[in-house]
């Protein structure tokens, strides 16, 4: 899997958008790019995935540029409920095995009052 | 619905026991997955099972065992041989597909 990079830390204040950023300039043509988040003491929870395409879900849109080095995850209306860890993972999914995503350190979001 | 059940919540054990951490799905995935996440860090993969019948380690299996016997089941036993089993343990699972993993709820490992 392709090595990420995120920020450690984040706030964003109730009701605003979060942009979280992701650097992945190694990510191969063939690997996507995940968003999973984790609330304390919990799984972490799939967010959103793509290819090179810009995804939209209820959750959350995920912008990856064009040449494919960096996405940006957005959630358009931040509520208190959204504090987490984001883990931004470029993974390849092996249609035929199991394919072993790396998770990282991620980015710690305090959405705040 | 469908989804995947880690029993149980909290688990401990006193120093030198084996003990055995429950991962079931009714997702009918293929693969399973289980990862270790200690305090601060991000997760790391102890084994992973593509098919039943079949088990590869990831990144720090020592100390661990898995089987799977049945599709639905991919049990962790922590060895006494695992020098810091004190952990939170995450179990997931995949379809084949581009959809990524569905991770239990965990459980955290106590050994005292």
């Known amino acids: 899997d392709a090595k990420t990079t995120q920020p450690t830390s984040m706030d964003c204040a109730e009701g605003r958008a979060a942009n979280l950023p992701c650097n992945h300039s190694?990510?191969?043509?063939?690997?996507?790019v995940y968003w999973y988040r984790q609330i304390h003491s919990q799984g972490p929870q799939y967010i959103i995935h793509?290819?090179?395409n810009n995804e939209t879900n209820e959750m959350a849109s995920l912008i990856i540029t064009e040449d494919r080095k960096s996405s940006t995850l957005i959630l358009p209306h931040a509520t208190l409920r959204d504090t987490a860890v984001y883990y931004c993972?470029?993974?390849?999914?092996?249609?035929?095995?199991?394919?072993?995503?790396?998770f990282g350190t991620g980015t710690r979001l305090q959405v705040t009052l | 619905d469908g989804g995947i059940t880690q029993s149980p919540k909290y688990l401990f054990r006193k120093e030198g026991q084996n003990v055995t951490l429950s991962c079931e799905q009714n997702?009918?995935?293929?693969?399973m997955y289980w990862y270790r996440q200690d305090p601060g860090q991000g997760l790391r993969l102890i084994y992973y099972s593509q098919i039943v019948n079949d088990f590869q380690k990831g990144d720090i299996a020592e100390g661990y065992s898995v089987s799977r016997e049945k599709k639905e089941s991919f049990p962790l036993t922590v060895t006494s041989a695992q020098k810091n089993p004190t952990a939170f343990y995450l179990c997931?699972?995949?379809?084949?597909?581009?959809?990524?993993?569905?991770f239990g709820s965990g459980t955290r490992l106590t050994v005292v």
């Open positions: 190694t990510i191969s043509g063939n690997e996507y």
């Open positions: 997931a699972s995949s379809d084949r597909g581009e959809w990524g993993y569905t």
């Open positions: 997702l009918n995935h293929d693969a």
């Open positions: 793509g290819l090179k």
């Open positions: 993972i470029a993974g390849y999914i092996n249609t035929g095995t199991a394919s072993k995503l790396t």
